[in-house]
């Protein structure tokens, strides 16, 4: 089982930046793969960045390209969310999840384990 711990959230105005960090425990970290959600009010919870374990291979949702950028240190167990140019409406939710194995994915269901979730409020 791993357990995820988000933090970094927060409130900031429209243009301004944010990272999210996500401490990760209870396995072997840099052989599995991390991704951040998101869920706004009233809406599914979505795919917002994907990362592979070792780090090499990212995707992103087309509303977050170029402005988010994901990563990770394995020596902290850790993945990060650093978020620039923030909008409106990126407000939400964000939660981290963890894949076990190094494949990507899009689904939610495909997302074995998931943090509390860090609130993201950006103000127009």
């Known amino acids: 089982q791993v357990q995820l711990v988000e933090s970094g959230g927060g409130l900031v105005q429209a243009g301004g930046s944010l990272r999210l960090s996500c401490a990760a425990s209870?396995?072997?970290?840099?052989?599995?793969?991390m991704a951040w959600f998101r869920q706004a009010p009233g809406k599914e919870r979505e795919f917002v960045a994907f990362?592979?374990?070792?780090?090499?291979?990212?995707f992103y949702a087309d509303s977050v390209k170029g402005r988010f950028t994901i990563s990770r240190d394995n020596a902290k167990n850790t993945v990060y969310l650093q978020m620039n140019s923030l909008k409106p409406e990126d407000t939400a939710l964000f939660y981290c999840?963890?894949?076990?194995?190094?494949?990507?994915?899009?689904?939610?269901?495909?997302?074995?384990?998931w943090g509390q979730g860090t609130q993201v409020t950006v103000s127009s």
């Open positions: 999840a963890y894949r076990k194995g190094p494949f990507f994915a899009l689904d939610t269901q495909q997302y074995d384990n």
């Open positions: 209870g396995r072997t970290f840099s052989t599995d793969s």
């Open positions: 990362i592979s374990g070792s780090g090499g291979r990212t």
